[in-house]
């Protein structure tokens, strides 16, 4: 069984900054890439940022210059530092991973339960 676990989140004042991290674990092939979405409020969830296993990145406009995705291959792990945060920002992070299982012929998508993130004016 997969599981994708979120750590950090909380309460921030803007224009400070906040990491959150996801560690994926079970029986895993590989990963290959990993993302944070995020919904807030009476919106839609939208793509945040995303990285592939070679690294190449993705981020939403909103967020270009402020948000960096590092990952850890070795530790299956994805993290989202978050840079000069503003009151918008707030919503519920969520981690996704498309990977494939050990005896699986295809990948799969996987999703954190999510971690709030409060940002306050």
């Known amino acids: 069984q997969v599981r994708l676990v979120e750590s950090g989140g909380g309460l921030v004042q803007a224009g400070g900054s906040l990491s959150v991290s996801c560690t994926a674990s079970?029986?895993?092939?590989?990963?290959?890439?990993m993302a944070w979405y995020r919904q807030a409020p009476g919106k839609q969830r939208e793509l945040v940022a995303a990285?592939?296993?070679?690294?190449?990145?993705n981020y939403a406009d909103s967020v270009k210059g402020r948000f960096i995705i590092p990952r850890d291959n070795a530790k299956n792990t994805v993290t989202l530092q978050m840079n000069n945060l503003n009151p918008e920002y707030t919503a519920v992070y969520s981690c996704?991973?498309?990977?494939?299982?050990?005896?699986?012929?295809?990948?799969?998508?996987?999703w954190g339960q999510g971690t709030q993130v409060t940002v306050s004016s």
């Open positions: 996704t991973a498309v990977l494939r299982r050990c005896g699986t012929s295809y990948p799969g998508g996987y």
């Open positions: 079970g029986i895993i092939f590989r990963i290959n890439s």
């Open positions: 990285i592939t296993s070679l690294g190449m990145t």
